[in-house]
């Protein structure tokens, strides 16, 4: 099974550019969300949709902006890149937000210079 | 404010040595427990999780970890390192009545031989 499939797993954007991180899942989970990792900062939430349909915003959502495509797909996009979004983004998903576990993609390194 | 604490952000151990990795929380509520871990280049996986019932819960590759409500901790054990038990290990707790789950800053487990 593939699980939750990521692309790209790399990128270097200039600052202002604009580009879209993809996100599918094979599990049939309702629950899909996006983190970004930085060092000593854990895992931080970016958005969420909890079920096809819907999207809410989480811990930190100021630059970003999403699109729950169908059941499977989430996807990421920075419309204008700034350096401070230099991180590891990882999407996952879950049966349901309510405690379920997550499951997690491989991630995707971004680097805005 | 709810918070995940893990005191240790680096933890070295020789193989076959004892490891317990920390994990605090900060509320008493009613709560979900977990524990990932990130290999290099890899995302999250669950290596166990406390939803309900008996307080010591075993996961995967002989980890285990302790439900220990009083003093609201979810410390992870395992009795003997190995090599390839080198990874980042993360908390994430979730709170029902806020509907959110925290993850903790992560713990970096060095095994020497």
């Known amino acids: 099974n593939a699980g939750v499939t990521q692309t790209p797993k790399f990128q270097v954007l200039k600052t202002g550019q604009s580009m879209t991180l993809q996100c599918a899942q094979d599990?049939?989970?309702?629950?899909m969300y996006w983190y970004r990792q930085d060092p000593g900062m854990g895992l931080r939430l970016i958005y969420y949709?909890?079920?096809?349909?819907?999207?809410d915003k989480g811990e930190v959502p100021n630059g970003y902006n999403v699109s729950r495509l169908n059941k499977r797909e989430f996807s990421l996009r920075l419309e204008s890149a700034a350096p401070s979004q230099t991180s590891v983004y990882f999407c996952?998903?879950?049966?349901?937000?309510?405690?379920?576990?997550?499951?997690f993609g491989n991630g995707t390194r971004l680097t805005v210079t | 404010a709810q918070s995940v604490t893990q005191l240790d952000s680096q933890v070295p151990v020789f193989e076959e040595a004892p490891v317990e990795l920390r994990c605090n929380y900060s509320?008493?509520?009613?709560?979900?427990l977990f524990w990932y871990v990130q290999y290099p280049n890899q995302g999250l996986q669950l290596l166990l999780k406390?939803?309900?019932?008996?307080?010591l819960v075993k996961g995967i590759n002989g980890f285990e970890a302790e439900f220990n409500k009083s003093q609201t901790s979810f410390h992870l054990r395992k009795p003997s390192v190995h090599i390839s038990d080198t990874a980042e290990y993360f908390c994430?707790?979730?709170?029902?009545?806020?509907?959110?789950?925290?993850f903790g800053t992560g713990t970096r487990l060095q095994v020497f031989p």
């Open positions: 996952a998903s879950s049966v349901r937000t309510e405690g379920s576990p997550l499951h």
């Open positions: 599990m049939n989970h309702n629950s």
């Open positions: 949709s909890a079920s096809e349909g819907t999207t």
């Open positions: 509320s008493s509520v009613s709560v979900y």
């Open positions: 406390y939803l309900s019932g008996s307080t």
């Open positions: 994430a707790v979730f709170y029902y009545n806020t509907d959110k789950l925290i």
